[in-house]
């Protein structure tokens, strides 16, 4: 371990937020949002100390980083930048207490989109805008632009890059880390653009369609509007915003390959089908069980293909109360949050590949009980994936069920009811947000106990970093020589 050289790129990393929050300041500024301005420059104050402190107490003479460094710059700079992040919250006071910041600006940097403030609309707009972007730095993931900029890190950038963009594998679409890393980012930033103009098309304020298109293109769920989408109660923005949360569900690298010339690619993909195919089939089934509630089967199917998009991408926006829904309803959306979206997407969740895993490999069991002799390898699509990988996905669906399992018990334990503690377990530990009952997606996590924050909270820097990344720092022999 070289802690010179982890805490120089932590000051590094953290310049970041602090940059962001610059910009929030420099917007205070403008609209003149005076009880803004204070609570906004000490906390990039506060920020810039911090990296500035950082990154002369470190050294970056050997210019390279390994393993155990990359997953202590992942690791820890997470949970720095979620703790700094909780700063213009705590000065401007529209959350008083630290659970309840940092748990907003965790969920708003793991792109969970759940919340504790329940008056979104009286929120000055610096301090919204704040919230919006801690969707955006989190969603593509403030390691994947800070090895963007970085030199070339050698085996530490790969670890870092892996850490970040979540699913069973993440290859690179370029033959070096820092260019993939580039790529992802130009993906990310024009599809945000493409969104933002044609949610102004459709209607809505430029500042209100580019905070909506962060929310959506990083699957995070924050809305500028207390009843979230629903308050527009506009056919062509729910349509608009559909499309790009089933985009940003998807795997970048495909959209890499795309720009390429291989439109093919896509609909080959293995992974791509059977994340398309639940859509149409949960979205049918949950049109079916609430038509007699709204009348007539379009509406139905609006709301449902509305919500079965948020809730499989781990957005976590609304335009209905899933709550209300039949049981079938809502427990295909709490399956879906179980399953999330593509591997190297911006959602949360198992990821479809891993449930495709875990599927064929209970039907070779099944095989092995008449044919035991029978020897098969597991296929997704045409690829054969390597029993190592397969022993990493059983693991961590293992885990992660555990986790959530370990996590409803603490839960309840604060005197939760079940499907309250459950489903916000759930959904915290896949990033999507609302749950169930007192959580669900016309609540907020505002009476949440303050150590059910703190759980909550950890949970969603699990899911966010996929377990291993942040479980590491927990292992002693991790810091051993």
């Known amino acids: 371990m070289n802690p010179k050289i982890v805490i120089r790129l932590l000051g590094i990393l953290l310049l970041f937020p602090g940059i962001f929050i610059g910009f929030c300041l420099v917007m205070a500024l403008y609209l003149g949002e005076f009880e803004a301005i204070k609570p906004l420059g000490f906390s990039m104050g506060i920020v810039a100390l911090l990296a500035l402190s950082f990154y002369c107490l470190g050294n970056a003479s050997r210019g390279s980083i390994y393993r155990r460094e990359a997953l202590v710059v992942v690791g820890v700079g997470w949970i720095l930048s979620c703790l700094l992040g909780s700063l213009p919250y705590i000065f401007s006071g529209c959350i008083s207490n630290f659970s309840g910041a940092f748990f907003e600006s965790v969920s708003g940097f793991t792109t969970t989109g759940a919340t504790v ?11 919204l805008f704040w919230r919006m972007l801690t969707h955006w730095l989190g969603g593509m993931g403030i390691i994947v632009l800070f090895v963007a900029i970085l030199p070339q890190m050698t085996g530490g950038a790969k670890q870092m890059f892996r850490s970040e963009v979540p699913g069973p594998v993440s290859e690179g679409l370029r033959p070096k880390i820092k260019e993939t890393a580039i790529a992802l980012w130009k993906i990310y930033i024009f599809l945000t653009f493409v969104e933002t103009l044609l949610l102004v098309l459709a209607g809505m304020s430029v500042f209100e369609a580019f905070c909506h298109s962060i929310s959506t293109i990083a699957t995070g769920g924050f809305s500028t509007r207390n009843g979230s989408i629903a308050e527009y109660d506009n056919a062509l923005i729910e349509i608009i915003i559909m499309v790009f949360m089933l985009i940003s569900g998807v795997n970048f690298g495909l959209y890499y390959t795309i720009l390429k010339g291989r439109i093919s690619s896509l609909f080959c993909n293995a992974e791509f089908r059977v994340y398309v195919g639940i859509v149409v089939l949960v979205s049918a089934v949950i049109g079916l069980s609430i038509a007699q509630q709204y009348g007539d089967i379009s509406t139905a199917l609006r709301y449902s293909v509305f919500q ?5 991408t781990g957005t976590g926006l609304s335009t209905d109360d899933f709550g209300s829904y039949p049981a079938v309803g809502k427990v295909l959306l709490v399956c879906l949050m179980f399953v999330g979206g593509c591997a190297g997407s911006t959602s949360g969740g198992l990821k479809v590949s891993r449930v495709i895993v875990i599927f064929k490999i209970a039907y070779q069991e099944i095989i092995h009980v008449f044919r035991p002799q029978v020897r098969m390898s ?8 390597e029993n190592e990988v397969v022993h990493s996905i059983l693991v961590f669906v293992v885990s992660f069920v555990f986790i959530a399992g370990i996590g409803t018990v603490m839960m309840s334990s604060l005197g939760l009811d079940v499907v309250t503690a459950f489903s916000s377990v759930v959904a915290c530990l896949a990033n999507v947000g609302p749950g169930l009952d007192a959580v669900g997606p016309q609540e907020t996590y505002e009476n949440i106990p303050e150590a059910g924050k703190l759980i909550l909270s950890a949970l969603m820097l699990l899911g966010r970093l996929e377990l291993g990344a942040l479980l590491a720092l927990f292992v002693p022999g991790f810091w051993r020589r």
């Open 378 to 385: 597991v296929r997704v699509g045409r690829s054969v994936v």
């Open 308 to 312: 079965t998009i948020s809730v499989m």
């Open 117 to 127: 403030i329940s008056d979104i609309d009286s929120l000055p707009r610096s301090i």
